[in-house]
């Protein structure tokens, strides 16, 4: 009878089990690669940062069911899959950062410190030290995404409170403000000493501006540069249903991955970026007309994405285990559309952007797809229906990356089997 | 006018009630379409963290008609829970909305998908806005 039930067990263990891991965590990846669930339930995950050891940091957009909003997550046992979970903090919020024997995590108005012992634990979970604070928090693209240079110098994105500048935000006929007054303290890259207290705006500079909202951010060490990806703005088919139609709105305007240097202008409210006729196109709320082209002085965009499939992260790949395409070139996640209803939405996956003599060729290729988890890849019109929606990115020390997701907190992890 | 005859008028005058709500709905799509859709989705489900869902929400199938009148017609920018979540985009006003309209967009939203609260009257809204100013003041 004992032989039997354990056959039985063996047997019903055997049918269960592709069931309960789906091939893959249910993604889809090129040849060679595979993934699996890291960690799962843990919250909403925004971005995370992964230590030398492999220690694993998420930042929490709000305190999860146990009441925080950082975790951390070790897989003691090395099999993958974490096995220590535990967190701390009660501030909602994106970025997360590990520069040394230090924790940065950001809420939407202030940068934190923390401090890692020998086990990457954090020494100071109650008593972070505060690096910056009040940046401006006014909902609408609230977050602080945080990147270092090779220095100490920490990049803050701070987003614009407005989808396009206009005196009524997001009222249709409203008018452009001309000069745009969001640009003072918002709408850009602010840089900050990571070493210092206390500071907020006097203490740092407005390092790149013209960037409407930017989550996604990462220094590029071989060529010592900032990259950052754009929000592109939205609703140009309801404001101006005489210059956009709704399928044209949702080709337009590209989201845009730039190569920032120090003073450079993107452009925002003023233009936009059009993949289709390959060239930055004044704003209607500027006196465009879906034609007129934008002025020079703008930045053009290192890579041209399709419209609204919102990038919340980018990772320079400096790994040794993938194969040799992908170094020193940015992976970017992508969150997936809301704003190009009435047609279905686009994005849900991970991309990946090659780089060639420290440049970006300008083409992209999806890398991991199939986080929605819709039967075949089919369509979705609303994003709440997607069942993980790709938000943070990291690398371990092993060269596997990791891709966080923000609706119920997976994180994915995501190797190359030679 | 005999028993039958009164009844008659009253069917017909049924019918063209029931008419006038399924014009006043369709009239209230075509307002959703343009105008709410891109933020509340055609499924009236919102987008996580951004536009609130309207479909199943306590408020959209509340009472208070005088509160979603007044989000229509001025917007809604708030730092409020609704229903436990809160959203992170602003919801522009829409000040050129007659009354009708109004009350059409209202019908459509709080008689679609799961939604069955009922219609809402040009003169509900008229009666709210009223209310609304008084409460300014």
Known sequence: ?418 | MNKVSKFSLLFFFLVLAQWGNAQNKINGKKIYETRCLVCHQSDGGGVPNMNPPLDGASNVNGKDIARLVKIIRNGYDERVALDGMYYNNAMAANPDLKEEAIADVLTYIRTSWSNKAGVVTTSQVKAALVKNKAAKK
């Open chain 1, 1 to 418: 009878m004992k032989k039997l039930t354990q056959l039985v067990s063996v047997a019903f263990l055997a049918f269960s089990l592709p069931v309960l891991a789906q091939e893959n965590a249910g993604l889809k990846l090129p040849e060679g690669f595979k993934a699996n669930l890291f960690a799962n339930n843990i919250g909403a995950a925004r971005h995370i940062a992964i230590t030398k050891s492999g220690v694993v940091f998420a930042k929490l957009n709000n305190s999860n069911k146990d009441g925080n909003s950082i975790v951390r997550l070790e897989d003691a046992n090395n099999d993958g899959v974490a096995d220590k979970i535990n967190g701390w903090a009660k501030y909602g919020g994106t970025g997360i950062f590990v520069k040394g024997n230090n924790l940065y995590a950001s809420s939407n108005e202030a940068i934190f410190k923390y401090e890692l012992n020998s086990k990457d634990e954090v020494v100071n979970p109650l008593a972070p030290v505060t690096i910056v604070s009040g940046l401006i928090d006014r909902r609408q693209h609230n977050s602080k995404s945080i990147t270092f240079d090779m220095a100490n110098n920490i990049y803050v994105n701070i987003g614009a409170y407005s989808n396009a500048c206009q005196e009524k935000d997001r009222m249709p006929g409203s008018q452009g403000m001309m000069p745009c007054p969001i640009l003072d303290s918002a709408g850009g890259i602010w840089k900050f000493d990571g070493s210092k207290e206390n500071q907020t705006y006097k203490d740092g500079k407005r390092y790149g501006t013209g960037l409407r909202n930017v989550i996604g951010l990462d220094w590029n060490t071989t060529t010592n540069q900032l990259y950052v990806a754009q929000h592109g703005r939205d609703q140009l088919n309801s404001f101006y249903p005489n210059l956009y139609s709704d399928a044209q709105n949702a080709e337009l305007p590209a989201e845009t991955f730039y190569e920032i240097k120090e003073g450079d202008n993107a452009g925002w409210p003023y233009i936009y970026y059009d993949p289709i006729q390959h060239r930055k196109i004044v704003s209607p709320e500027y006196g465009g007309d879906s034609k007129k082209e934008g002025s020079s002085e703008y930045k053009e965009p290192a890579v041209a994405f399709p419209a609204h499939m919102a990038p919340m992260a980018v990772l320079f790949y400096t790994g040794n285990q993938f194969p040799a395409k992908y170094k020193n070139g940015a992976f970017i996640s992508f969150h997936g559309s809301w704003n190009r209803a009435p047609l279905p939405q686009e994005g849900f996956f991970v991309a990946f952007v090659p780089f060639k003599d420290g440049k970006a060729t300008g083409e992209w290729e999806i890398f991991a797809n199939g986080f929605a988890g819709t039967e075949n890849g089919a369509k979705i019109a609303n994003p709440s229906k997607a069942k993980a929606r790709p938000c943070g990115l990291a690398q371990g020390p092993d060269g596997s990356i990791y891709v966080s997701d923000d609706t119920k907190g997976a994180i994915f992890k995501i190797s190359y089997n030679k």
